[in-house]
């Protein structure tokens, strides 16, 4: 939605393993936000960069979790040593003024 | 106690019913509120922003009662595509604008 993407869409792996998710946001806005959706949950907030920084990680679970953003443009999310409580989707909120309501259309990652 | 409880549905309806969603948040510093959409495996999308006054956008009207930390969605003459998930969101965690708390959604089911 209104030109974040997300890739893969789709993410399959195997537990143990490591992953990388990309959010690439609509070009020039500064503020990104990951959120993780659990099945029948709401999505929940995982890190804010504002341009390149991290300006609130408060929302990682642990240190398996880290995120990147060192252009101020495109970010990763990125999981080490992967478990099946990290099945989910993964959506990127990025944005400027009235712009950051709009989420990508998500990565769905299952951990088997 | 959870930041944003909703109705915990599913809600079940005929086409033209009136159905009323409720939500309260616990945090008394929330500055912005919000309805989102969200469709089966889909990204959640913004439905309307919510305001003191109440504010109304066709069949649906969103009211805010800051008093007693509740929001609530209208909609009236529900349509076969109005079936969603609907998702209230509030923010205002350390002020970042787009660090958004969602409750876990209530599910509509318009049936002819």
């Known amino acids: 939605g209104a030109g974040v993407s997300q890739t893969p869409s789709n993410k399959v792996t195997e537990k143990g393993k490591y992953v990388e998710l990309r959010c690439d946001p609509i070009s020039g806005h500064t503020a990104l936000y990951w959120y993780r959706q659990s099945l029948g949950q709401g999505p929940e907030f995982l890190i804010y960069f504002q341009g390149t920084g991290a300006a609130d990680d408060s929302g990682l679970p642990n240190d398996r979790f880290f995120a990147v953003r060192p252009e101020g443009s495109v970010s990763t999310l990125k999981i080490q040593r992967t478990e099946r409580g990290d099945s989910a989707v993964y959506l990127c909120?990025?944005?400027?003024?009235?712009?950051?309501?709009?989420f990508g259309p998500g990565t769905r990652l299952t951990v088997t | 106690r959870k930041e944003v409880e909703q109705d915990p549905g599913p809600f079940n309806v005929p086409e033209g019913a009136t159905v009323a969603f409720n939500c309260t948040y616990s945090?008394?510093?929330?500055?912005?509120f919000f309805w989102y959409r969200q469709d089966c495996r889909k990204e959640p999308k913004l439905l309307m922003s919510v305001y003191s006054s109440g504010n109304e956008d066709g069949r649906f009207t969103a009211q805010l009662n800051r008093a007693s930390q509740y929001i609530s969605l209208l909609i009236r003459d529900s349509k076969l595509s109005d079936s969603a998930t609907y998702l209230c969101v509030v923010n205002g965690r350390g002020g970042s604008q787009g660090n958004l708390i969602f409750g876990k959604g209530t599910k509509l089911s318009v049936k002819p």
């Open positions: 909120n990025g944005g400027q003024g009235g712009s950051w309501q709009y």
């Open positions: 945090n008394s510093a929330s500055q912005s």
